[in-house]
């Protein structure tokens, strides 16, 4: 279910050691004909998925899936700002959409299940969501800074837990 909630402001941020860290590493390449637009680093994200499996139909075991290549670019429209942390390799892609509008976020999970160039969108249940920016304003050509915690459930057995820092300039 789609839930807007009102986002935390840090305008100290963009001072946390996890961008000076990031900013020393060069951005990551997904795939050979990517067009890169940051020198460094845009995002320090770990995404956990989880989910539980049956054997011999009475026990349940647990599976762990750890994702960590994740980048963010964000984009300005009508009045709304839009952070993509996905990790698109030009086939399928595996993240969150942010939509940012006023002083209120909504968070929306990429389906990864995808044809090449297409994006689509998975229903999910939030456990809990924050979103911190350096910000409340925005304008193209402007740097913003964040911080992502977000729980949700995809469906009855999987669970994803998404955390991390981002940044990048605004188109």
Known sequence: ??????????????????????????ELILYKSEKIESTSRTAFIVQEDYYYEMFLERRKRLQFF???????SAQYKNDTLSIWLNNYNGYFGNGVLIKVSEDQFL???????????????????????????????????????????????????????????????IK
């Open 1 to 26: 279910m789609e839930k807007f909630e009102k986002f935390k402001i840090d305008k100290k941020l963009n001072k946390n050691d996890t961008f000076k860290l990031i900013s020393k590493y060069p």
């Open 107 to 169: 968070i929306r999970d990429i389906d990864p299940k995808t044809r090449k160039g297409e994006v689509k969108f998975i229903n999910s249940s939030p456990v809990y969501q924050n979103l911190t920016l350096d910000k409340s304003k925005f304008k193209r050509n402007d740097s913003i800074y964040g911080f992502i915690k977000y729980k949700t459930k995809i469906d009855s057995s999987v669970t994803k837990f998404f955390q991390g820092y981002f940044r990048t300039k």
């Open 66 to 72: 750890t994702f960590d290549d994740y980048k963010c």
